[in-house]
């Protein structure tokens, strides 16, 4: 009976394990890729990327409008690929500048 009972309780946490790593479901608004994405781009903001790397700055801000008027339009997979770009876009324009600022 242990055994049986030990089995059940790995196997559902094996499961538990497995459901936590899903991808988001596409059909579902990207709430928090959105809200990833708008924390970087202010974490940008707040390194001088609009000084110091304007170009790669302005490339997040955009993709972050058109990850909105995707969301809008209830384009959600689009959204998503969007805001995780403009995420991407924000970190790299963040690291730009921190480095230009290091460099003496």
């Known amino acids: 009976m242990r055994g049986v009972l030990?089995?059940?309780t790995l196997g559902a946490a094996m499961w538990a394990a497995?459901?936590?790593t899903l991808p988001a479901d596409p059909e579902q608004a990207p709430v928090q890729e959105?809200?990833?994405a708008r924390q970087?781009?202010?974490a940008a903001r707040a390194a001088?990327?609009?000084q110091y790397s304007?170009?790669?700055f302005q490339e997040a801000q955009s993709?972050?409008?058109q990850a909105m008027l995707s969301l809008y339009r209830g384009e959600y997979k689009l959204a998503r690929r969007t805001a995780l770009t403009a995420r991407a876009?924000?970190?790299a324009a963040r690291k730009a500048a921190l480095a230009v600022q290091r460099t003496p």
């Open 40 to 42: 970087a781009i202010e």
């Open 34 to 36: 959105m809200s990833d």
């Open 89 to 91: 876009r924000a970190i």
């Open 63 to 65: 993709l972050m409008e």
């Open 18 to 20: 497995g459901c936590a």
């Open 54 to 56: 304007p170009k790669r």
């Open 6 to 8: 030990l089995a059940v």
């Open 48 to 50: 001088g990327s609009p």
